[in-house]
């Protein structure tokens, strides 16, 4: 895969459980659904190729 820079989503999550303002105020419920149906969408493509990713929730 190409490398690309920039903050993990684990990050981001951490940042928003620890209830840093800044990352509530850039990520705002109506961004995380939306991040979430993306991730969503992107396993719903996996499985319809015959992809089973195990590793997703760790």
């Not at 850039?26 to 996996?46: D, K, N, S, T």
């Given at each position: ?12 999550i ?12 850039r ?15 992107a ?16």
């Amino acid at each position: 895969m190409k490398y690309v820079d920039g903050e993990t989503l684990e990050h981001i999550i951490q940042k928003l459980a620890d209830g840093d303002p800044y990352y509530h105020s850039r990520y705002p419920v109506e961004v995380r659904l939306e991040i979430f149906m993306g991730l969503l969408r992107a396993l719903q493509y996996a499985h319809d190729q015959g992809i089973v990713h195990r590793g997703l929730f760790q």
